[in-house]
């Protein structure tokens, strides 16, 4: 596949001024690599910050601004960010109130929020951490131990940043964040690899007539390859891997997720198969989100997060949130 | 590419249903293929109505909502949708202040709105109608005499619809639609074809380390092809053919579009050299748009629209919107 690239050093730098010239209310530093809502610190208000490898646009930074993340910190393409940018993005967000890492589950990021925890304690800031591991596919992976971390992300961003936007502390929000987190269930498949800059071309090898379903979303391994699938076999195959996992006694929140090279009328298709086999199973359904999300660059290829709710998820699901990537409510 | 689909056949009533199902807000008629926001029709308002071939998404049912398209009448794949769709649009949204149909200017398109027309008014309902033309690649192509109509429809849906919304008559919403679709121009590139269901590969060949300039969005031929340029060139290209045809006194709203396939990252870092090409041509941006809203399946690669504004057009770009593909304001 040919990028849109002009050369492969300059992509994540030249990503982030193009997000500076598209979007206004953020503040981007493109050479420390943080981006910021532009009213932070905001009084009073728990600063919350995510990060992590480039490559899975619109997540994070598309995530900035009322109502979700507070800052970003972008790292190289499936390359954790460094201690220094979740620092600097904690100084520029904290209103005193403390801060809140959100850390999706591979080892490098793991470490590296860890020690920026300790740059920003030794600065004075209140830090809480939530660990993201909603990945069902593997337990272990190319790049963690335990579960990887990947479109869950989105509910404990959107949740936690609700509930930190009406003012409750830090101790509150990364309980929310904490509770989401563990309410999170995700399954991914790939139809194709995806394309890494560096690289230039497919980063695995996939043949033609196969899929690989439990895929990571830097294509690591999943569980196992099978003849290529219709969407509803997908859809049956995913959401039981789900559920085997996952066992909702409520409504869920459903992400039907596009890895980035799947067209979004085939996600809809595939949404009115995932919506099928969950009423089969018994499963409500309260907001669905389709569209692409937390991607692999130009994957081809979906996921699927249900997200359990109790009354109060589902009101801070439905609570106001202006981002690039997700907005809504006033 | 491998497809996430059912069978061919069953692509589109597959995407409606699971728009249904994502969409509560909606009410989908997936048999008769019509989209409409729930309300309709809206008390003492103008319908605004458009529709084309499938493929396209989030154009056009992603832009069904208050503050834009009031239906959407989606064809099969690249195919013109049929005159009893918009006809049943119209019966469906006419508030008795009249309808508007907004109409991508291919053949097949602009036959079918007109019969609608007819259709339409046989029942008593008030028609305008606008044809965007806004694609300056080539005059005359596969599928029309004359310009296509590509990224400047996403303006005109947006303009027109504040402007219906404010409840102007429908006189006045036509000529605003008018004035936005002169006011709009438009040129892709493609690094790659698109995979449409019923073929199931490449709907064109385009040799590895070549590119197109001027693609149309269902792949009709461009100016030329070249060996692969960078992003800084492309942008270069991109924005030196618009501003050979748009003369701008004034600031522009700015599209910087993907074709389905291209990643975000990608698609951010080529806003920056569009950014950068329009500043050095004394060109002022006004707002910018970045991501993946007027489509061609899985074609990777961009296109950039620049639509010229006044004060009024602009406060119009800034009025609420609430659809599943573009919202802001309260």
Known sequence: MKQLINVPESVVADALRGMAAAHPELTVDVENRVIVRRDAPVLDKVGLISGGGSGHEPLHGGFVGPGMLDAACPGEVFTSPVPDQMARAAAAVDSGRGVLFIVKNYTGDALNFEMAAELAEDEGVQVGKVLVQDDVAVTDSLYTAGRRGTGGTLFVEKLAGAAAEEGAPLERVEAIARRVSESCRSFGVALSACTTPAKGGPTFDLPPGELEL?????????????????????????????????????????????????????????????????????????????????????????????????????????????????????
Chains 1, 2 share one sequence.
């Open 214 to 330: 439990g895929i990571g979303i830097h294509g690591e391994p999943g569980r196992e390859r099978r003849a290529m699938m219709t969407s509803g076999e997908i859809a049956d195959f995913t959401v039981d891997a789900l559920l085997a996992d996952l066992h909702p006694d409520g409504p869920v929140l459903a992400l039907v997720n596009g890895m980035g090279g799947t067209p979004l009328l085939e996600l809809y298709g595939f949404n009115a198969e995932v919506h099928r086999v969950l009423s089969e199973r018994g499963v409500p359904v309260a907001r669905t989100l389709v569209g692409n999300y937390v991607t692999s660059l130009d994957m081809a290829g979906c996921s699927v997060t249900l997200c359990q709710v109790d009354e109060e998820l589902l009101r801070l699901w439905d609570a106001p949130v202006r981002t690039a990537a997700l907005r809504w409510g006033s």
